[in-house]
């Protein structure tokens, strides 16, 4: 049974840095394609970073990384703006069929969200 367990969220400042973690169990992790997202409250989930793909809005702010030996997925988030706030969610997929990754509609299993507040 596959299981997903994100940590690392917190309440920071206008620039400042969060590391958040997801420990994927159950399977090996290399397995999956992975992903993280995003949900800000009134608003539809959004698509964060995969391995292939990052969204526009954290291009050169949010670096996605994976350990396979540790079955471990990274979301690094720096010069962080308050836009930013939201729950994110890792997710995994089989890879395949390829599709865009930074779907949401296309991911089986999530995890239960860690909160990023970011003030100004």
């Known amino acids: 049974q596959v299981q997903l367990v994100e940590s690392g969220g917190g309440s920071v400042q206008s620039g400042g840095s969060l590391r958040l973690s997801c420990v994927f169990s159950?399977?090996?992790?290399?397995?999956?394609?992975m992903g993280w997202f995003r949900q800000a409250p009134g608003k539809e989930r959004e698509g964060v970073a995969t391995?292939?793909s990052i969204a526009d809005p954290v291009t050169g702010r949010f670096t996605i990384s994976q350990d396979n030996a540790k079955n471990t997925l990274y979301l690094q988030m720096n010069n962080l703006k308050p836009e930013d706030t939201a729950m994110y969610y890792c997710a995994a997929k089989t890879c395949w069929p390829p599709g865009n990754g930074l779907s949401f509609h296309e991911y089986t299993y999530w995890g239960q969200g860690t909160q990023v507040t970011v003030s100004s």
């Open positions: 159950g399977y090996r992790i290399n397995r999956y394609c």
């Open positions: 391995i292939d």
